[in-house]
């Protein structure tokens, strides 16, 4: 990967989105042990969309102007879902065996509907990769990095929260709420 496709990746797998607040939320709430299987769906589901935004790069390209406001509706919806839930949410210090819907499932469901994943995925791809190498395992194998990066950025984010863990829960109000705005941006920045 060329030296501008590297920072275009690390700055975006880092920055706060979907998965990066939900993987600090889920340490925080139940540990970074109990959030792996979160942290593992995840992954799992930000490897399938960059293999899927590999090998269907082009036809997506042709379509997406079409899918792309029902992609920015579910997407959003499902935003701020997670950020009125994250909102409302009661003190996880009084059920911390509960995982919170921090499951595998849900971790993997998550990247079908997440918005930053399939644009970055669409993007880097179409941008970085494409151009240069379109063989199956070259992108593979990008997939694979790709994965690798957003995994560190996640599990970064997972362990700040679990470090943290007795200072957020004791502003967990206030955290909930930033939390919870930080999601609604990430809403609305898909229609600015």
């Given at each position: 990967m060329a030296h501008e496709s590297k920072g275009y990746a690390l700055?975006?797998?880092?920055t706060p989105g979907p998965n990066n607040i939900m993987s600090l939320d889920s340490a925080r709430r139940l540990g970074l042990k109990k959030a792996f299987p979160f942290l593992l769906g995840v992954t799992a589901g930000c490897f399938a969309i960059m293999l899927l935004a590999c090998y269907f790069n082009l036809a997506l390209y042709h379509f997406l102007p079409r899918f792309k406001i029902w992609m920015n509706v579910?997407?959003?919806?499902?935003?701020?879902?997670?950020?009125?839930?994250?909102?409302k949410s009661k003190s996880s210090t009084k059920d911390n065996d509960h995982n919170g819907g921090y499951t595998f499932k849900s971790g993997?469901?998550?990247?079908?509907?997440?918005?930053?994943?399939?644009?970055?995925?669409?993007?880097?791809?179409?941008?970085?990769?494409?151009?240069?190498?379109?063989?199956?395992?070259?992108?593979?194998?990008?997939?694979?990095?790709?994965?690798?990066?957003?995994?560190?950025?996640?599990?970064?984010?997972?362990?700040?929260?679990?470090?943290?863990?007795?200072f957020l829960n004791k502003y967990e109000r206030a955290f909930n709420i930033?939390?919870?705005l930080l999601l609604l941006y990430s809403a609305l920045s898909i229609w600015i």
């Open positions: 700055v975006t797998s880092f579910l997407g959003s919806l499902y935003m701020l879902y997670l950020a009125v839930k994250i909102a993997l469901l998550l990247q079908f509907i997440n918005l930053k994943v399939i644009l970055y995925g669409i993007t880097v791809i179409s941008t970085f990769v494409m151009p240069y190498d379109d063989s199956y395992i070259a992108l593979f194998i990008i997939s694979l990095l790709l994965t690798g990066i957003g995994f560190a950025a996640i599990v970064c984010w997972a362990v700040f929260g679990a470090l943290f863990q007795r930033v939390m919870a």
